[in-house]
């Protein structure tokens, strides 16, 4: 059974950062594409940014320049360095990822969400 765990969420202030962590545990042959998303009260679910095998990266055009995604591979983990955080930033922030289990089937994952709030 493959689980996601996030960790990182929190209250910061108006041009803080914060650091998301995901860590896919389980029988995990290797993962595949990662990503971040986000779900604001009211609002569906957005795109943040993705990161693909060989390190390319998607950003949302509303926090270009202000979070950085990465991944280390190796312990299946997908990071958000988040700087700069605005009150629109304050949301649900969910992981995602793709990968191959055991049985070579390859197949998306959630996290189960971590809150990030940001105060003005």
């Known amino acids: 059974q493959v689980q996601l765990a996030e960790s990182g969420g929190g209250l910061v202030q108006a041009g803080g950062s914060l650091r998301l962590s995901c860590a896919a545990s389980g029988i995990i042959f290797s993962t595949n594409a990662m990503g971040w998303y986000r779900q604001a009260p009211g609002k569906q679910r957005e795109l943040v940014a993705t990161?693909?095998?060989?390190?390319?990266?998607n950003y949302a055009e509303s926090v270009k320049g202000r979070f950085t995604i990465s991944r280390a591979s190796a312990r299946n983990t997908v990071y958000l360095q988040m700087n700069s955080l605005k009150p629109e930033d304050t949301a649900v922030y969910y992981c995602n990822v793709d990968l191959y289990e055991a049985t070579m089937q390859l197949l998306n994952y959630w996290g189960q969400g971590t809150q990030v709030t940001v105060s003005s």
């Open positions: 990161i693909t095998t060989g390190g390319r990266t």
